[in-house]
T-cell receptor, first 116, second 113 residues
Framework: GAVVSQHPSWVICKSGTSVKIECRSL??????MFWYRQFPKQSLMLMAT?????????EQGVEKDKFLINHASLTLSTLTVTSAHPEDSSFYIC????????????FGAGTRLSVL | AQSVSQHNHHVILSEAASLELGCNYS??????LFWYVQYPGQHLQLLLK??????LVKGIKGFEAEFIKSKFSFNLRKPSVQWSDTAEYFC???????????FGGGTRLMVKP
């Protein structure tokens, strides 16, 4: 089946630093990638949707200057949390889909971000 | 607004018990519905999906779900659960034209051996 790899799985950083999270589709070309945030004991909340080669579409309430998304190729999207603060600590999950087979989203394992 | 809701936040069952997890959606028009499972420490995996056709959908690991349009429901069922089914289960939906998934709040299932 389709595999989505997310790296790193856990990152701890100091407040004020920037953190980059990578999302790769390993065995398929992902025309669309999605970034979610999951708070403890809550569901996934969509942050943004990105198509390869174009700007990401952010959901209401998500700061595009804080959460920079780059979808430079059909197999890689990155999320950069800029000037991270403790309230940005969360679980970030990416998913990828291709324009065939019903646009099924395949999920990465997630990245736990802890900002001290 | 489009939404998906799961009524059971936590479910505890003994092995061999039957399982039914509720999912309701509010979408106008044609809807695609999904159940995902997240085992501890792992990524979300697709259990099954409904796009059209037979409203009774069979998925992996013995799970099935029934799309009941009149009730706006897509409940997940398994006749006999195993300890290894302990996980969190998410129902999700999207309209037929779109990519964006809306997730329910999740149901944490614990199966006692």
């Amino acid at each position: 089946g389709a595999v989505v790899s997310q790296h790193p799985s856990w990152v701890i950083c100091k407040s004020g630093t920037s953190v980059k999270i990578e999302c790769r589709s390993l065995d398929f070309q992902a025309t669309t990638m999605f970034w979610y945030r999951q708070f403890p004991k809550q569901s996934l909340m969509l942050m943004a949707t990105s198509n390869e080669g174009s700007k990401a579409t952010y959901e209401q309430g998500v700061e595009k200057d804080k959460f920079l998304i780059n979808h430079a190729s059909l197999t890689l999207s990155t999320l950069t949390v800029t000037s991270a603060h403790p309230e940005d600590s969360s679980f970030y999950i990416c998913s990828a889909s291709q324009n065939i087979g019903g646009n099924i989203q395949y999920f990465g394992a997630g990245t736990r971000l802890s900002v001290l | 607004a489009q939404s998906v809701s799961q009524h059971n936040h936590h479910v505890i069952l003994s092995e061999a018990a039957s399982l039914e997890l509720g999912c309701n959606y509010s979408y106008g028009g044609t809807v695609n519905l999904f159940w995902y499972v997240q085992y501890p420490g792992q990524h979300l995996q697709l259990l099954l999906k409904y796009f059209s056709g037979d409203p009774l959908v069979k998925g992996i690991k013995g799970f099935e779900a029934e799309f009941i349009k009149s009730k706006f429901s897509f409940n997940l069922r398994k006749p006999s659960v195993q300890w290894s089914d302990t996980a969190e289960y998410f129902c999700a939906g999207r309209d037929n034209a779109g990519n964006m998934l809306t997730f329910g709040g999740g149901t944490r299932l614990m199966v006692k051996p």
